[in-house]
């Protein structure tokens, strides 16, 4: 679309094609009704003719062209698409608008939003669901703006230095690299913070499915010391036994601290 590209055809209007469908069929049914009376009236003739023209007519439903479903189907597609694009221009990035370096960031950025929504701590409410849901979308959409915005005028730089410059441009030039260079930096330190909250919801993470285990085997521990009495075995293991309640409360705290630390950095990435 940014090169020229438009649908070469226009939205399909269904209303039309279903009026003229309904327009025939019912010619079709009056022109029946009518030869029947003509019929009955012994005018064959003209029965002859009424019928006639409702065959034609039923031709006509059957004939009005239809698109193959599939084809209308990515008609539709390729115009929603186009039309969105049009409406929202400069509010969405592309893959083609980053560079290498771009893409990298923007996909540490993506890797670090994912593991944070899709996590069971998330989604059980440990973390500030709500916050999550508003805050992780705007800084992916900031970080996607910046990265393009840096790699477009990269690629004006880089473009300009490959033709040769004077001392005197490079005296220029060199202050604006150095201006790329430090946004790049930002962008860079802006996803490095994403990815220290999304490792502390791992840590949390680990600790909630460690903890959950942990409760599972406890709420069974009765029927391991009930095998263990009827098969009259050594009895040293029910200590051991009896650590998992110990366990699950090591890992309820863990749980809180690595939650605790969570809120601190997604704070820290608020701010």
Request: aromatic share 6%.
């Amino acid at each position: 679309m940014r090169t020229g590209w438009a649908p070469d055809y226009k939205r399909p209007a269904p209303v039309i094609g279903i009026a003229l469908r309904a327009v025939f069929t019912v010619g079709a049914l009056a022109a029946v009704l009518i030869g029947l009376g003509l019929f009955g009236d012994r005018a064959y003739s003209a029965f002859v003719v009424a019928m006639s023209v409702a065959a034609l007519l039923i031709m006509g439903v059957v004939l009005i062209p239809r698109r193959d479903a599939e084809l209308e189907r990515i008609m539709t597609a390729e115009l929603d698409l186009y039309e969105s694009a049009r409406e929202h221009e400069g509010h969405y990035v592309i893959r083609e608008d980053l560079d290498e370096q771009g893409r990298t960031l923007l996909g540490r950025a993506q890797a670090a939003i994912e593991a944070v929504t899709d996590s069971s701590v998330n989604a059980e409410g440990l973390l500030d669901g709500i916050r999550n849901a508003v805050m992780l979308p705007a800084q992916e959409w900031e970080i996607a703006r910046l990265l393009a915005k840096l790699s477009a005028l990269r690629a004006e730089h880089e473009e300009v230095v490959a033709e040769g410059i004077t001392p005197e441009v490079a005296a220029v030039a060199e202050p604006l690299a150095a201006v790329l260079a430090t946004s790049q930096e930002a962008v860079t330190a802006r996803v490095e913070a994403l990815e220290r909250y999304a490792g502390h919801v791992g840590e949390a993470e680990r600790a909630y499915r460690a903890r959950n285990q942990i409760e599972r085997f406890s709420a069974k521990l009765p029927r391991y010391e009930e095998l263990l009495a009827e098969s009259g075995a050594d009895g040293s293991a029910v200590p051991e036994l009896g650590r998992l309640g110990e366990d699950a409360d090591r890992l309820e705290q863990a749980l809180r601290d690595s939650v605790k630390s969570a809120h601190e950095a997604f704070r820290h990435l608020r701010d």
